[in-house]
């Protein structure tokens, strides 16, 4: 999100002793250019955490790892897609340098929903891996 474009509201906010060193430390993992940008990015993260629980329709990406010489995850994941089509926006598949695979897919829907087909997705047969994230509410 570009800040400079954005009419910004001031407030001012006191911390427990220690608070701001884990922020900035935070920040600095994160590498968020400021105390505001991170601050910014954790208060949309419990919006969205908020809408998600409040049912309100999410977007977010369900990722997957599996071995492609193992025919059960391919096929299962295909079946699950077709079935779920109204909230399947995309899918990507990528070969990792192991040989193994990636698949990512790209949701929407109510955030109860996209927590089942998640769920389904990760417990595929041959799945090695797997995770799910809200991205946002629509």
């Given at each position: 999100?570009?800040?400079?474009?954005?009419?910004?509201?001031?407030?001012?906010?006191?911390?427990?002793?220690?608070?701001?060193?884990?922020?900035?430390?935070?920040?600095?993992?994160?590498?968020?250019?400021?105390?505001?940008?991170?601050?910014?990015?954790?208060?949309?993260?419990?919006?969205?955490?908020?809408?998600?629980?409040?049912?309100?329709?999410?977007?977010?990406?369900?990722?997957?790892?599996?071995?492609?010489?193992?025919?059960?995850?391919?096929?299962?994941?295909?079946?699950?897609?077709?079935?779920?089509?109204?909230?399947v926006?995309?899918?990507?598949?990528?070969?990792?340098?192991?040989?193994?695979?990636?698949?990512?897919?790209t949701?929407?829907?109510?955030?109860a929903?996209?927590?089942?087909?998640?769920?389904?997705?990760?417990?595929?047969?041959?799945?090695?891996?797997?995770?799910?994230?809200?991205?946002?509410?629509?």
């Amino acid at each position: 999100m570009n800040m400079k474009n954005t009419p910004l509201e001031r407030f001012t906010v006191c911390l427990e002793k220690g608070l701001l060193a884990n922020l900035d430390e935070i920040s600095a993992e994160r590498g968020y250019p400021s105390r505001s940008r991170a601050m910014a990015d954790f208060i949309r993260r419990a919006i969205v955490k908020k809408d998600w629980k409040g049912g309100r329709e999410c977007a977010g990406t369900v990722s997957m790892v599996y071995d492609p010489a193992d025919g059960r995850p391919g096929r299962g994941l295909e079946n699950l897609l077709r079935s779920h089509a109204r909230n399947v926006l995309s899918s990507q598949t990528h070969r990792l340098r192991n040989g193994n695979t990636l698949c990512t897919v790209t949701v929407s829907g109510r955030p109860a929903e996209l927590q089942r087909l998640a769920d389904r997705i990760r417990s595929l047969k041959g799945v090695m891996n797997g995770s799910f994230s809200i991205i946002a509410p629509l």
